[in-house]
Structures are given as C-alpha cells and as structure tokens.
C-alpha cells in the first residue's frame, strides 16, 4: 500500500540552489519520516518529525508538517552534486507499525 | 543506530526455481522485521510483516504462498520467492525500527528471474 503523493515527481536544479519536495498523505499519522535513496541501494533516515510538530531542521534539511492538510515538505538548502538520489517521505500511522511511502522525488543536481 | 545485513545483494535464477532472502539484525534483537518491493523507478511496497515466532502478516494483494516468511530468531527473517517468474524480478529489501522512530534497511536483493 501506499500513502500518498510526492510532488514533484523529478526536479532538477543548479548546485547552489534550494530543492523543495512535497509530499502528501491520506490517512492520520504518528510521524512522517524522510529518507534519501541512492541508485540500486537501501535507504538513509533524513529526518523524523512527529505528529505535534510543525517544522524541524537538520543541517541543511529543513521539513515542515501540515498534519490539517496532510502534507509535509522537504527543502534542501545550498544543494551539491552529492544530493543527487531519490527522496521518499514515509508515514507511521500508529507507534511502531511499518513506514508507508510515498512515490519519491528523483532530485538531480548539476554542478 | 541498527545495522542490518541482508544477503545475497543480487541474484539471477531460472524460472520455476526458489530464492531465499536473509535479513540479518546485527546489534539488535528485532521482534519485528519488515519486508518491502521496489520495481524500478518507483517506490516500496511493503509486502509483509516478519514477526518473531510467528506467522507475518501479508499486505493485501501479496501472495503469502510465494513470499513465505519466516522470523526463527530475533536476529534473523528471511524471504523465499518460491517457483520464480520474470514478474518477480525487483529489488527486495528488510528494515527493523526500534519502536517509533527511524527505519534501518539492509542493503536490499536485486533478484532478476530469467
């Protein structure tokens, strides 16, 4: 099963630039995760905001919940080459149950 | 955080045949495992969950008569694709969490059915 939509499917940017990635769910949810895949390998934890939180930084990550919309947003700032991978956002409906993510955004980043 | 080991990273086997897939929790011991598909290009799926000493629970739409899981240990599910096909080819990969927070991926099977 899946939760939702990630938009924008692909985005492609200058190194420099900030990448931003939406994301929305369908049903309520405990927290939302998002993780960083790179080409043919398993997934990286980002960052994990909980339900009674609106916005959460980390580095040069910065993610936002809308949890009345159902929509959370990624943004990297100052984006590299290195970011270049798919980004998936992941929601845990209920405390220790299994992640459900969404379609992913391919960000590619040219130097 | 956890470190999981799955094993084989990739593997290509006739139609009609099995694969067994292990997913191996290092540091610590997972009562829970999960089990996701990635077809290219898209996202996972999760197929089942791995519950030690017990049976998994399959999402709907997986055949749990192809996909057996079996969770013996707390260190240790595994995934068997049985009778094999083409269609069965994608990226399989486990996670453990340890209660609400982060999920920790094994490096994922690349499992291609000729």
């Known amino acids: 099963s899946q939760q939702g939509e990630e938009d924008p499917q692909a985005l492609s940017i200058q190194e420099g630039e900030n990448a931003t990635m939406n994301c929305s769910y369908k049903t309520s949810i405990n927290n939302l995760q998002w993780y960083r895949q790179n080409s043919g390998r398993g997934l990286v934890h980002l960052i994990l905001?909980?339900?009674?939180?609106r916005e959460k930084h980390s580095g040069r990550l910065r993610v936002t919940l809308d949890t009345s919309k159902k929509s959370s947003s990624l943004l990297i700032t100052a984006s590299r080459a290195a970011d270049t991978a798919s980004y998936f956002c992941?929601?845990?409906?209920?405390?220790?149950?299994?992640?459900?993510f969404g379609k992913g955004t391919t960000l590619s980043v040219s130097s | 955080g956890a470190v999981v080991s799955q094993h084989p990273s990739w593997v290509i086997c006739k139609s009609g045949t099995s694969v067994k897939i292990e997913c191996r929790s290092l540091d610590f011991q997972a009562t829970t495992m999960f089990w996701y598909r990635q077809f290219p290009k898209q996202s996972l799926m999760l197929m089942a969950t791995s519950n030690e000493g017990s049976k998994a629970t399959y999402e709907q739409g997986v055949e749990k008569d192809k996909f057996l899981i079996n969770h013996a240990s707390l260190t240790l599910s595994t995934l068997t694709v049985t009778s094999a096909h083409p269609e069965d080819s994608s990226f399989y990969i486990c996670s453990v969490r340890q209660g609400s927070t982060e999920a920790f991926f094994g490096q994922g099977t690349r499992l291609t059915v000729v």
């Open positions: 905001i909980r339900s009674n939180e």
């Open positions: 992941a929601t845990e409906a209920q405390a220790g149950t299994a992640l459900i």
